[in-house]
């Protein structure tokens, strides 16, 4: 049985560090964000269905100032309306490119995965000749003893 590999790449170390070093400066042109802790997230989350909900509420308060309370920070509304607009192409952008590496990580790992097979059979074929082997193969075989142990 033949294998298709999925993927054949290499990332230089400089063209990875030059990645990280990029991703940093994406971090510093967007000192705002956070990172909530876990168990932490706001109740009142706006998901696509409020989009339209919160586009007119702000209307409502440049349609009608005077008809809000007192202590409303209308100005710091708009801020949180234009951010989420702001951000959300940064958004769309940045899950592509994870979705994009996610899938590269996918297809490198099943090439892996399949050679190691291949790998590991062929060893175990050599061993039958070559006892010095065994120790080796006795490591490589960890791996399918930790899997039935979860069976």
Same mark, same amino acid.
């Given at each position: 049985?033949?294998?298709?590999?999925?993927?054949?790449?290499?990332?230089?170390?400089?063209?990875?560090?030059?990645?990280?070093? =990029?991703?940093?400066?994406?971090?510093?042109?967007?000192?705002? =964000?956070?990172?909530?802790?876990?168990?932490?997230? !706001?109740?009142?989350?706006?998901? !696509?269905?409020?989009?339209?909900?919160?586009?007119?509420?702000?209307?409502?308060?440049?349609?009608?100032?005077?008809?809000?309370?007192?202590?409303?920070?209308?100005?710091?509304?708009?801020?949180?309306?234009?951010?989420?607009?702001?951000?959300?192409?940064?958004?769309?952008?940045?899950?592509?490119? =994870?979705?994009?590496?996610?899938?590269?990580?996918?297809?490198?790992?099943?090439?892996?995965?399949?050679?190691?097979?291949?790998?590991?059979?062929?060893?175990?074929?050599?061993?039958?000749?070559?006892?010095?082997?065994?120790?080796? =193969?006795?490591?490589?075989?960890?791996?399918?003893?930790?899997?039935?142990?979860?069976?």
């Amino acid at each position: 049985m033949s294998n298709t590999n999925k993927i054949s790449a290499v990332l230089p170390e400089a063209d990875k560090t030059a990645t990280l070093a =990029l991703l940093e400066q994406v971090k510093t042109k967007l000192p705002f =964000l956070i990172s909530t802790p876990i168990g932490q997230a !706001p109740k009142h989350k706006m998901g !696509p269905s409020s989009v339209e909900y919160v586009g007119l509420c702000l209307e409502g308060v440049r349609t009608y100032p005077t008809k809000m309370r007192a202590d409303f920070d209308a100005p710091e509304f708009e801020r949180d309306v234009n951010l989420i607009s702001q951000l959300w192409s940064v958004r769309i952008a940045v899950a592509d490119l =994870l979705a994009r590496i996610d899938d590269t990580m996918d297809a490198a790992s099943a090439d892996a995965m399949v050679t190691s097979d291949k790998v590991y059979d062929s060893l175990k074929g050599a061993a039958k000749e070559d006892g010095a082997i065994n120790e080796l =193969l006795a490591r490589i075989a960890l791996r399918y003893k930790k899997k039935n142990k979860k069976d």
